[in-house]
């Protein structure tokens, strides 16, 4: 009954560890998201994939995106998409992945980065002041790493903070997390 009492115990120790665990790996998705829309993460790496993939993988690219380019996209895309589907001018998968013909098989990130690039290019005055009212009363936090929101303008403009500071010999060290 005793080994029966400590395993439980040790068992319980352990679901309560494993649970600690999972919660920060919640709180760690939230850490490298590169913007939170609504309470929801776009991730640092679907970012990074998306530029990547775009970048390589569309035979129309004059110039490289840059990823704070991509989460501006991916941010907007939340309202936009949406947006454009209830207006009856929906942009499909099939038509970002024409645009993204040297890529097999593009990821989700790539496919809505694209989709929101042609949707902004093909919607009516109606539609976009809809979305940009949306997006003016929106929860939206950007990972400074990507730049800063201008929530009046709706432009995302470069991080101006330092982020490094000389410490007493004049050697830059990071600044500490705000």
Known sequence: MLASK??????????VAATGLLAGCDQGSQSRAAAIVDGQPILESDVQT???EFNGGSSQVTQPVQPA??????TFGRYVLPAMQQSG???SDDAAKKILDKVDNPSR???????????LNSMDPATEQRVVQQLKQADIE?????GSL???TLQIGDEKRNWLVADAAGAPTPSPTP
Not at 109 to 119: E, H, K, M, N, S
């Open 6 to 15: 400590r395993v439980l115990t040790g068992t319980l120790a352990a679901v």
């Open 50 to 52: 998306a530029a990547r």
């Open 69 to 74: 380019n991509v989460v501006g996209l991916l």
């Open 89 to 91: 001018k929906g942009i």
């Open 150 to 152: 201008d929530r009046t």
């Open 109 to 119: 990130p790539t496919i809505d980065f694209v989709r929101t690039a042609l949707a």
């Open 142 to 146: 950007l990972n400074p790493r990507y």
